[in-house]
């Protein structure tokens, strides 16, 4: 115990925070109790509200990884290629990746995110989760705008509400590949694989310009 008394504590925060996410993602959130997260992360109760105030800022700071990754995943995929169609596979390829690698970051990052800031009664991390949101946004208005502007994409688009429909269609479609692969595979002879390529081509083709 000495030699963990001695670790930084931003490694005993990482051992707590990973625990808790195995823990939200097999139970929930509301029926994970701190108790169960010191028991999975091996800390007495007291120990972790050392590191932790409570449950919601444990909930906070994975919300805020979530999104950092997130914003990471997207930025590579615009950076790498320059066509739009290029870019939309780059994005849809990382999103998979992302979701196969941070399950629970996947879900979490989809969750109602606190947009009312003028009270004290919010968390650190949640202001920067939401922050780096409406960064994630702007990378996404960026794509749509050179993408109309270059004729590869219908030029009615209205801007925020096709992102939002673009996130909840794309979120979707990975998360029932990943929970339905079994049934995907048996009921329509396609792989996980072939059938998401045909989703996100049935996406890209209903915001694509026609004629482009």
Aim: aromatic share 12%; with cysteine.
């Amino acid at each position: 115990m000495a030699r963990r008394k001695k670790e930084p504590i931003s490694v005993h925060r990482e051992n707590i925070t990973s625990a808790a996410s195995v823990l939200f993602m097999e139970k929930g959130i509301a029926a994970t109790s701190m108790d169960d997260i010191a028991k999975a992360a091996g800390y007495s109760k007291a120990t972790l509200y050392v590191y932790f105030k409570n449950k919601e800022e444990i909930v906070g700071i994975l919300a805020l990884e979530s999104m950092k990754k997130l914003y990471d995943y997207l930025s590579s995929a615009l950076v790498q290629q320059k066509t739009t169609k290029a870019q939309y596979a780059f994005i849809c390829r990382g999103l998979v990746r992302y979701q196969e690698e941070f399950p629970f970051y996947f879900k979490i990052v989809l969750d109602k995110i606190n947009i009312n800031f003028e009270s004290h009664d919010y968390l650190p991390e949640e202001k920067k989760a939401y922050q780096i949101g409406e960064e994630i946004n702007k990378k996404m208005k960026d794509f749509l705008i050179s993408g109309m502007e270059k004729g590869d994409l219908r030029d009615d688009l209205e801007i925020m509400p096709t992102i939002f429909n673009f996130w909840g269609m794309l979120s979707g479609i990975i998360q029932l590949a990943a929970n339905k692969e079994e049934y995907i595979k048996i009921s329509m002879r396609l792989s996980k694989k072939q059938f998401l390529e045909y989703g996100f081509s049935m996406l890209y083709h209903s915001i694509a310009d026609k004629e482009g």
